[in-house]
């Protein structure tokens, strides 16, 4: 598979990654105080807003490697996070029609529900085993579903280990690539570099590679993904390859937005019409991304 290397625009510190995770002490399942350093409820700012939660081990939340994974997502009508944390993809992205977060850890599920309370959110969180839950699970079976896999990364590839439950052998990894590779919905994976995931998707998945700052210094992410890059993404918003990018085309959006709403009915009608016959594959994509109900084809197997 071709080796693609995807660069950051910005870097997170170890130290205010740390202050950001011991920040979020807050309360545990039972309602009492969370030990200092460890994942709690969401801490409230001076307005009852909800802090953003980025302090979770092992979060996609440092700056540039959320967006350059949203920037990989093909539309899709379901989302499931088996591995949640404090689920900072599912935050960023444009919610689906429908979103199932698991994770085996009781007091992160309860945060979930808390954060989910705060903001408005919605999705179903599930208190279990990832495996078990995803071989079960009817939605895992859907074409039209995307499944975002963050596992606890293998501890021979880590420099410390933080996690309540662990899954962190080679059984347990092994187990889990054996299982997606018998689903037929969209699957995004998350790993360092390691001979068993080179050894078991290597032929098979496509990947990408993302810099990021984490707790133990500057590592390179692989993002392991079973389907050709996307034509059309389920968030637009992620379209570019840097955050100067991004926002030229967000500014540019800004701007036809404005014209456009100035327009009359009729204007519009033309304008539109102009823009189907230039490119209709570009706006009818468009228009299942803008509806949190898509149609998505089936993955090709054959590529």
């Not at 202050?19 to 709690?40: M, N, S, Y």
């Not at 954060?115 to 179903?124: F, K, V």
């Not at 210094?217 to 890059?229: A, T, Y």
């Amino acid at each position: 598979m071709r080796k693609v290397i995807i660069g950051n625009t910005a870097r997170q510190s170890t130290k205010a990654a740390e202050r950001a995770f011991i920040a979020l002490g807050g309360e545990d399942a039972g309602g009492k105080p969370a030990a200092a350093g460890k994942p709690g409820a969401i801490v409230k700012n001076g307005d009852g807003r909800p802090t953003p939660l980025i302090g979770y081990p092992g979060s996609k939340a440092a700056a540039g490697v959320v967006e350059q994974i949203c920037r990989q997502m093909p539309l899709h009508t379901t989302y499931i996070e088996p591995f949640a944390g404090f689920a900072a993809v599912f935050r960023k992205k444009r919610p689906a029609a429908e979103t199932i977060l698991i994770d085996k850890d009781a007091s992160t599920v309860a945060v979930l529900h808390k954060w989910l309370a705060s903001s408005g959110g919605a999705a179903r969180v599930v208190c279990g085993d990832a495996l078990f839950q995803l071989s079960r699970l009817k939605e895992a079976q859907d074409p039209r579903t995307l499944l975002f896999v963050d596992p606890p990364y293998l501890k021979e590839t880590v420099t410390r280990r933080y996690y309540v439950h662990n899954f962190d052998s080679v059984e347990e990894h092994d187990k889990l690539l054996t299982l997606l590779l018998t689903l037929p919905c969209r699957i995004m994976l998350t790993h360092y570099r390691c001979p068993l995931y080179t050894l078991k998707l290597g032929n098979v998945w496509r990947w990408i590679e993302i810099p990021a700052m984490t707790r133990g210094g500057k590592r390179i992410e692989r993002l392991w993904m079973n389907f050709p890059e996307p034509t059309a993404l389920h968030d637009t918003r992620f379209t570019g390859v840097d955050f100067r990018e991004r926002e030229r085309i967000k500014r540019k959006r800004a701007r036809w937005l404005k014209r456009f709403a100035a327009m009359g009915q009729l204007e519009r009608q033309a304008v539109a019409q102009v823009l189907v016959e230039c490119d209709r594959a570009s706006v009818e994509a468009a228009m299942r991304s803008a509806s949190p109900v898509t149609t998505v084809q089936p993955i090709d197997r054959g590529r």
